[in-house]
């Protein structure tokens, strides 16, 4: 396959990015959207160019690392990651723009990597449960019911990746946030913080820039792992009954 | 010895709930859902007016006698303006704030541009600025008589047909109750998940109720100022 690409250049965070134009040849549609790339930096390297910066580490779907807006889509016209996604989705002659998750709260490094350290900052603020460290406990210590498992299951899915807030028209970070206040929300485990929670998190992931929810439905749609719009409905939810409680 | 922990004052709910995006959205829930319950409740009235003059009059006569004699002349009238105003004013500044927040969490655009979606979704902004004028003006027009060619008060009939003779503001009228259909469609649905009673079993059943209270509110409402267009009220 022989393609055009289009992609988002920008040296440094400070100083302005554009889109430069790259031609690739001898694609295989059985690489994925990175090999792809990577052959585009080989190739860049050895004109002597800088290769293209973007962030990978997995490259099998569960790190959550890769991102990219393809063609307008975060991931990419499949509903994977872009790691899993592969160059047979693309036709010959294609041209395909590649560019950078954009939101305040996700400020570009270089290239197409972005600072997604928002995303940890909401997860210091309440996304884990305090427990007494040494051995691990027997699995049926705490029972839990097999529908709030298949629910904390459910949302424990998101790898944190942020092509929610890449797709949202607001930046809003609520499906992940939302992902991981359900998690842990519904489980016994997560009981002694089901309200302090919800509200550091809400309230840190306010602080970092994100923008509200409008319920575009753009989040869900975008999820590589399914995280469905109705999380967002449990966690306000979740939020207005420990704002009722924590007074 | 055993020290206080905490010591700080905790925020009350109220400001729990505006100083975040979640609660401020809560806040614009609940003022909608209000409004729309209104807005039921005045279309049925305002369907009066296809039985003739001496109704609709009466029945403006009526809105100012409920609740005697526990309360007094307009009483009843004057209590649903206040909440009414109070609704309008925090869905108002909720919108804005929400707006200009969202606005900078996304300050670079995509170069690759696509259709983000529902046209009823994207149009809720803008909608709503239409809304807000039309409610100064309805106002204006109507209530206070203040720009009513008739300014008649105690003759709603004649003051509603007297303004909706002028052709600009019948269709000035039309378009902000297509613009509350759409609102509405998006609004009702949306209320339901912020307040936290929508999942994927109700979804049917809330998008259904959604178009229906846009499409009998919209037809209910534009059916006013086209009965009188076409002379059916006069
Ligand atoms: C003062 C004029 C108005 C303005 C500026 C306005 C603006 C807005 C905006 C910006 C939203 C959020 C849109 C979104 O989430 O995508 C919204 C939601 C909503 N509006 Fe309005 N609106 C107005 C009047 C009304 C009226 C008259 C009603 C009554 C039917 C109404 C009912 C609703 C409802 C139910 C929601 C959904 C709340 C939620 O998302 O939880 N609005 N409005
Ligand atoms: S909710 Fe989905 S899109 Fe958002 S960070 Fe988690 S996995 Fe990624
Ligand atoms: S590189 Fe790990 S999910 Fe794509």
Redesign the pocket.
């Known amino acids: 396959m022989k393609l055009t690409l289009r992609v988002w250049r920008q040296k440094s965070p400070d100083v302005p990015g554009a889109m430069a134009a790259y031609e690739v040849d001898g694609i295989s549609p059985d690489m994925s959207f990175l090999e792809m790339l990577d052959t585009l930096n080989e190739e860049l390297i050895l004109g002597g160019q800088e290769p293209v910066a973007f962030d990978?580490?997995?490259?099998?779907?569960?790190?959550?690392?890769?991102s990219l807006v393809i063609n307008g889509d975060a991931h990419g016209p499949e509903r994977t990651?872009?790691?899993q996604l592969h160059m047979r989705s693309f036709r010959d002659g294609d041209t395909i723009d590649v560019e950078p998750w954009r939101a305040a709260a996700f400020p570009v490094v270089k290239d197409l990597v972005v600072d997604r350290s928002s995303f940890d900052r909401i997860i210091q603020a309440g996304g884990y449960v305090a427990v007494p460290t040494g051995a691990a406990p027997d699995a049926h210590a705490t029972p839990v019911p097999k529908p709030d498992a298949d629910f904390a299951f459910e949302h424990a899915e998101c790898?944190g990746c942020g092509a929610c807030v890449a797709a949202c028209p607001n930046g809003s970070a609520m499906l992940f946030t939302s992902a991981k206040v359900n998690h842990l929300n519904v489980l016994p485990q997560g009981a002694p913080e089901r309200e302090s929670r919800v509200l550091e998190m809400v309230s840190t992931m306010d602080d970092e820039g994100f923008g509200g929810c409008t319920l575009a439905g753009e989040c869900a749609t975008a999820c590589p792992k399914g995280i469905p719009l109705f999380s967002i409905t449990s966690m306000n939810r979740e939020f207005v009954r420990a704002a009722r409680k924590r007074r | 010895m055993a020290l206080d922990t905490r010591t700080d004052r905790r925020p009350s709910f109220a400001g729990l709930l505006w100083g975040s995006t979640v609660g401020k959205k809560t806040a614009m829930a609940v003022s909608g859902v209000v409004m729309l319950l209104y807005l039921v409740a005045h279309l049925l009235g305002n369907l009066k007016i296809f039985f003739g003059a001496g109704e609709f009059d009466a029945y403006g006569q009526w809105l100012r006698t409920v609740g005697e004699p526990f309360l007094h002349h307009e009483w009843f009238l004057w209590i649903a303006r206040v909440v009414l105003v109070v609704c309008v004013v925090t869905h108002g500044v909720a919108a804005y704030q929400l707006s200009r927040r969202d606005i900078a969490a996304r300050p670079t655009g995509y170069v690759h541009k696509r259709r983000r979606a529902s046209y009823a979704t994207r149009t809720m902004r803008w909608g709503g600025v239409i809304l807000a004028l039309f409610i100064v003006w309805h106002i204006l027009d109507l209530t206070t008589l203040t720009v009513n060619p008739r300014a008649e008060s105690g003759h709603p009939y004649e003051n509603l047909v007297a303004s909706f003779d002028r052709w600009y503001v019948a269709a000035f009228y039309i378009v902000a109750m297509l613009a509350l259909g759409l609102h509405i469609r998006h609004g009702f649905w949306s209320a339901a998940q912020t307040l936290g009673v929508g999942s994927r079993a109700r979804d049917r059943v809330l998008k259904t109720v959604a178009d229906v209270l846009a499409l009998v509110l919209t037809a209910g409402f534009v059916s006013l100022p086209v009965a009188v267009l076409c002379g059916w009220v006069s």
């Open positions: 990978h580490d997995c490259r099998e779907g569960i790190c959550g690392a890769c990651t872009t790691c790898i």
